[in-house]
């Protein structure tokens, strides 16, 4: 190794999270000596095996205030959207003549990409904007809401922007005309409180390695009173009710059920710890940039993601400027193709401003130190773009 | 005493090496999606893995589609790749079977085979492309497919032929069972590496409607972000097989045919399924008249051996295996077929104790008996 240049510094916590060490230790035995098939019904290592998943099952309920066995294990959140939004519009098209799907613009890709796909089955897909803050507007969505509507999709907190949709209110205009809510929670479990009950919540996805689990593995929670029921996406061995067949890995529901007890546990004081940081950071940013704006809504927001945009600098020419910090300019998922973020668009910013859109994500790991030289970095980088412009 | 484990085809313990590439690279962070110097990381990572994997199979990296399992990748390949009809042997795994409720089956003959004849004449009365799907080596009893007789077959009548290799792969040497396949599903703890991964391979380049939609990972034909640690751990286990596969295989067939010398020792009137045809060197399924599967399970269990009735997919399920029916296995025998699979920490010495408490088994229910 002859470069001993020190790693850049992550700021990146909503694209991915670091696996929490002591996530590592209570997955590591089922890696090990406890090998088994949880679906080996024959013996005492398939027993022991399905006992793991139960408690991380369990462990994962709880976090959303859930029965366990609400809780279908996916591979991640992009199977668990897939699985909800196919599985119900399918089912309720039909069985309950249902085919309306209602969504919003700003959501994740695989959930606007899940909704077209339903359209080229027949489904009536409405895709409605959002306000300028990135929050619905909850009186056009209950005007989209009919008694044709068999899903609305509303994500807990956007990926890009970090703000909070008011799910509990958005269940009572989808519960008033029959339709189920699903809410991708990927970015709100663990860092928000997300009690299915009290928000009355249909279906939610969740994800392990957006709250420091491995990756891999995710979750969808599926009502079961009143009951949904779901088309599921892919048959085989009929394992998690029939819903999602395929060979449970009790390491990584293990993985995910420790994470999802940690973050729960922690939730209180790291949310304040975050919004420390999230509040110091922001207003470095807001004191060191002239005309620096702030994407999102200022209060219903999660703490931890900033999403800036610099009036007359792109974000790819201060990405580069920025080399020792590990930022992005939107989901992950996107950020390959290089072309304004569709979640920035939709909020109505210009082009020009929505090409400076720059994401910047802290997290359990994050310190005060790191917050500081992120200030101090992105201040200067601005400052030499501008004066180079 | 430790707990024996002889259930190598439901899941395999993990290999070190899968292991350790597993753990380093759960040890950094990163999205293989991101273009920040984390997520090159990781995308070299994935780039290097993929490569391995293609190389187990000796087909194109940008083939390789890495779904959460071999079950994914058999959904995905009888849902997403272009067909007018399909044509899924009985043998199949349910993954398979389940999938197409509209497909035909194609029948086996009582040693577990597709006759290339039957083959044949279902593709003639099928309109093309037929879409074929045939295992390489059977879960329950091993017994492996004459995929170089039958994959011309389908060729011939401008088919796509998918095997699932999920048994075969690592096992037995590529030529029976990546030789000829248009496509082939894998699964990484089979073979192992860790559970949660798998893979589908496409022999060459074709349309494959995703199953899974959404930002465009694995060349858009499967959304969600890699799991990079899974991959390289389901890479280094790929790459360990094909280290190990030639050796192994002679020492586990050494192992399996003295099982099947003690079982037949015995009880001289067990019979073992599939015994006429090409068989895995690990598996042997095989029942002995009046012995149930059940009393014997839960007997072997109390004696720290884990072995397993057929597929441990259908999880508590009592049913007589499709298998062994597709076989034409009488029921009454067919519900006392037990699966014993050796793998890569199975011993002589296990193969022993497992037949001193089979015995111990035997002369317990005889002496009830009498």
């Known amino acids: 190794m002859t470069n001993l240049a020190p790693r850049p510094t992550y700021l990146d916590y909503q694209a991915t999270t670091p696996v929490d060490p002591r996530v590592v230790e209570a997955l590591l035995p089922w890696l090990t000596e406890n090998f088994g098939n949880p679906h080996s019904a024959n013996h005492r290592l398939g027993w022991e095996a399905a006992d793991a998943v139960e408690q991380a099952r369990a462990q994962v309920a709880h976090l959303i205030n859930a029965e366990p066995r609400e809780v279908i294990f996916t591979s991640g959140a992009t199977e668990a959207n897939n699985m909800a939004i196919k599985g119900a519009v399918r089912f309720r098209k039909q069985h309950e003549e249902r085919p309306g799907i209602v969504t919003l613009a700003t959501e994740h890709k695989c959930v606007l990409e899940s909704a077209k796909a339903m359209g080229r089955e027949g489904a009536e897909v409405t895709v409605l904007p959002v306000e300028p803050n990135g929050l619905v507007d909850l009186d056009r969505l209950a005007a989209a809401i009919t008694e044709r509507t068999a899903l609305v999709s509303i994500m807990a907190v956007n990926n890009e922007i970090g703000v909070i949709q008011p799910l509990a209110e958005i269940a009572r205009l989808c519960h008033a005309q029959g339709a189920w809510l699903h809410s991708d929670a990927a970015q709100a479990a663990g860092k928000i409180p997300l009690d299915v009950r009290a928000l009355d919540l249909d279906l939610v996805s969740l994800s392990s390695h957006k709250l420091y689990g491995p990756k891999g593995i995710g979750a969808l929670f599926l009502r079961r009173r009143p009951r949904v029921r779901l088309e599921p996406l892919f048959d085989g061995g009929g394992q998690e009710r029939g819903q999602r067949s395929g060979t449970l890995a009790p390491f990584l529901c293990v993985g995910f059920g420790a994470a999802a007890a940690i973050a729960e546990q922690e939730m209180a004081a790291e949310s304040d710890r975050l919004w420390i940081l999230h509040r110091r950071l922001q207003q470095r940013l807001a004191e060191g940039i002239a005309g620096i704006v702030f994407n999102g809504d200022a209060e219903r927001r999660i703490p931890g993601n900033l999403n800036i945009a610099i009036p007359g600098i792109d974000a790819q020419a201060l990405l580069k400027a920025l080399p020792e910090l590990a930022l992005s300019t939107g989901s992950a998922c996107t950020s390959a193709e290089v072309e304004p973020s569709y979640v920035l668009s939709a909020l109505g910013l210009p082009d020009a401003l929505a090409a400076g859109g720059l994401r910047i994500g802290l997290g359990r790991m994050t310190t005060v130190a790191e917050v500081d030289l992120a200030a101090e970095r992105i201040t200067a980088a601005a400052s030499r773009l501008r004066q180079a412009a | ?370």
């Not at chain 2, 009893?141 to 032929?161: E, K, N």
């Not at chain 2, 051996?305 to 009488?330: D, F, N, T, Y």
Request: hydrophobic residues 50%.
């Open chain 2, 1 to 370: 005493m430790p707990p024996l484990y002889l259930d190598h085809n439901a899941t395999q313990p993990l290999k070190p090496a899968a292991r350790d590439a597993l753990l380093a690279a759960l040890a950094v962070t990163g999205n293989a999606s991101s273009v920040h110097g984390y997520g090159r990381a990781q995308r070299r990572l994935l780039d290097q893995a993929r490569a391995q994997v293609a190389a187990l199979a000796d087909l194109p990296p940008e083939g390789v589609v890495f779904t959460a399992g071999a079950s994914e990748a058999n959904n995905l390949a009888l849902c997403g790749l272009p067909a007018t009809a399909w044509l899924v042997s009985a043998v199949e795994h349910p993954s398979a079977l389940a999938v197409r409720p509209e497909a035909q089956r194609l029948p086996v003959d009582a040693d577990g085979l597709v006759r290339p004849a039957d083959l044949a004449a279902a593709l003639a009365a099928l309109p093309a492309p037929a879409l074929v799907v045939i295992q390489a080596a059977n879960n329950e009893t091993g017994v492996v497919q004459p995929l170089a007789d039958l994959a011309p077959l389908v060729r011939a009548a401008g088919g796509w032929l998918h095997v699932d290799a999920v048994q075969a792969a690592g096992r037995l040497p590529r030529a029976l069972w990546a030789a000829g396949a248009d496509s082939l599903a894998l699964s990484a703890h089979k073979l192992g590496g860790p559970q949660g991964v798998g893979a589908l391979l496409l022999a060459r380049p074709t349309p494959l409607a995703p199953l899974i939609a959404g930002g465009g990972q694995e060349r858009r034909r499967r959304a969600g972000t890699e799991p990079v640690a899974l991959i390289a751990g389901f890479a280094a286990a790929a790459t360990a097989a094909i280290a190990d596969q030639a050796g192994e295989a002679l020492r586990l067939l050494a192992l399996r045919d003295l099982l099947e010398a003690g079982l037949r020792r015995l009880a001289p009137d067990c019979q073992v399924f599939g015994q006429a045809a090409p068989r895995l060197p690990n598996t042997t399924a095989f029942a002995v008249p009046g012995v149930a599967a059940e009393t014997a399970l839960a007997a072997l269990d109390l004696a720290g051996v884990a072995i397993s009735s057929g597929s441990a997919c259908s999880s508590g399920k009592v049913e007589p295996s499709h298998v062994l029916a597709a076989m034409g296995v009488a029921p009454e025998l067919a519900r006392g077929a037990l699966r014993v699979s050796l793998g890569w920490t199975t011993t002589a010495a296990d193969v022993d104790r497992f037949l001193a408490v089979w015995k111990d088994h035997l002369t317990r229910l005889k002496a009830t008996a009498a």
